[in-house]
């Protein structure tokens, strides 16, 4: 169980990581037999431990009852332990506690206690073939959505920015006739249809971002972009719903509608969107590039080069984009003390397991394999990270930026606090 959390800390992108790979983990696992013998226990905040530790013994005799004798046994075995393991508990966080128990796809039984980023509203006792994550997986969600909106003459372009993920939900081009050089009645003329075609047009984005930002996607504040004139004239509409004109952030002067439009609105306003995910990320790439195109010698990259500049203490930041899910695993054979390594992809983990449970030791061919010790590589490197004095940060890659760090990068790389070497 992670340190308890002070009242609005917030989960660093290391411990979001670690908690979205571990329900990853819950969500592949099943009973070994497919029976409902999986224990899901969800305790919310304020509840005492001896009223669960009763109840748990309680369902403990009930599972005497269960027709299927392995079922029972089963679930005996879970509660079992769960009751050993709650002796080092020694009260329910001010979220409370998830815990997911019982006999899994390798035949062995597993143990997982999770303190939820936000309180458990729900108290559950459930037996089931799968582990039920639902309610700790929706929090994996961040909640504030903010509203990106440009709007011009030419058209208009409505996003929304959430966690570390920025999505245009509208690109909308207008119908709005261009300046006319027509002289005499005729110009007069063009201007005043040209003037209430444009009205229009902002009556039809104001209903657009009514819709999109308070029915389809309820945003908490909206950030308003485009030419000079174009944003006041559209702020002045009437169409614009009250409650989203008491959301509007900040102004500011954007040349272009569309996605390269948006991204000029995203770097103007970092400052009033400095606590999303998403600008911290965007942030850190940019120092990152900033250091290799200037050719600072105060960037790497690569597992190997990192790991070494964390060696020698020289890194101020590691970046690891999220897909970056390595599991390395020391096997050994209980029979004649055999070992080895063997690496895989943190989805693929749980079908490994299986397979290895059928597994010969390749030494003696006797005796099974089984898992002694397991490191996620990104928690291998924030461990090195911490023990030197250097910050972890895990990038997504719901936007550009992280997938160029995955895809350019192999999806590791540091900053450092001195020069080690040339080259990377």
């Known amino acids: 169980m992670s340190k308890q959390r002070e009242n609005g800390e917030k989960r660093s992108s290391v411990e979001r990581y670690i908690l979205k790979h571990e329900i990853e983990k819950l969500e592949a696992k099943r009973s070994f037999n497919m029976s409902t013998s999986l224990v899901t226990l969800y305790i919310p905040p304020g509840t005492r431990l001896p009223d669960i530790t009763s109840q748990l013994k309680d369902e403990y005799g009930t599972a005497t009852n269960i027709k299927d004798k392995s079922t029972g046994k089963a679930v005996q075995s879970a509660i079992s332990s769960i009751l050993s393991r709650m002796k080092n508990v020694t009260k329910v966080g001010e979220n409370g506690l998830a815990i997911f128990c019982g006999i899994t796809q390798g035949n062995k039984v597993e143990f997982f206690l999770i303190e939820p980023p936000d309180p458990i509203s729900i108290k559950l006792y459930l037996c089931d073939h799968v582990f039920h994550i639902d309610h700790i997986k929706d929090m994996l969600e961040s909640k504030t959505r903010y509203g990106l909106a440009l709007v011009a003459r030419g058209g208009a372009t409505l996003a929304i920015v959430q966690g570390p993920r920025l999505d245009i939900i509208r690109d909308e081009d207008s119908h709005v006739p261009g300046k006319h050089k027509m002289g005499g009645q005729s110009q007069a003329r063009f201007q005043r249809l040209t003037e209430e075609a444009a009205q229009r047009w902002y009556g039809k984005v104001s209903e657009m971002m009514n819709k999109v930002y308070l029915e389809d996607f309820p945003v908490e504040a909206i950030i308003v972009g485009g030419p000079a004139l174009s944003k006041t004239e559209f702020l002045e509409s009437k169409d614009i719903d009250y409650r ?181």
């Open 244 to 424: 989203l004109r008491d959301k509007v952030l900040g102004i500011y002067d954007v040349g272009y509608t569309g996605e390269i439009g948006i991204r000029e609105l995203l770097d103007k306003a970092k400052d009033k969107l400095a606590d999303f995910e998403l600008v911290q990320e965007r942030l850190l790439m940019q120092t990152f590039m900033e250091h290799l195109g200037k050719d600072t010698g105060l960037a790497t990259y690569g597992e190997k080069h990192v790991k070494e500049a964390l060696e020698k203490a020289a890194v101020e930041t590691v970046l690891v984009s999220e897909d970056v899910d390595r599991v390395n695993m020391e096997l050994r054979c209980d029979g004649c003390d055999y070992s080895t390594t063997e690496s895989v992809k943190t989805k693929e983990y749980n079908n490994f397991s299986k397979e290895l449970s059928d597994r010969k030791c390749p030494e003696c061919s006797e005796t099974k394999m089984f898992i002694e010790k397991e490191t996620d590589l990104i928690t291998e490197l924030n461990e090195l990270a911490e023990n030197t004095g250097a910050q972890l940060e895990v990038i997504s890659t719901a936007h550009e930026d992280g997938s160029m760090l995955y895809g350019a990068f192999g999806g590791i790389a540091a900053m450092l606090r001195y020069k080690l070497y040339d080259g990377y």
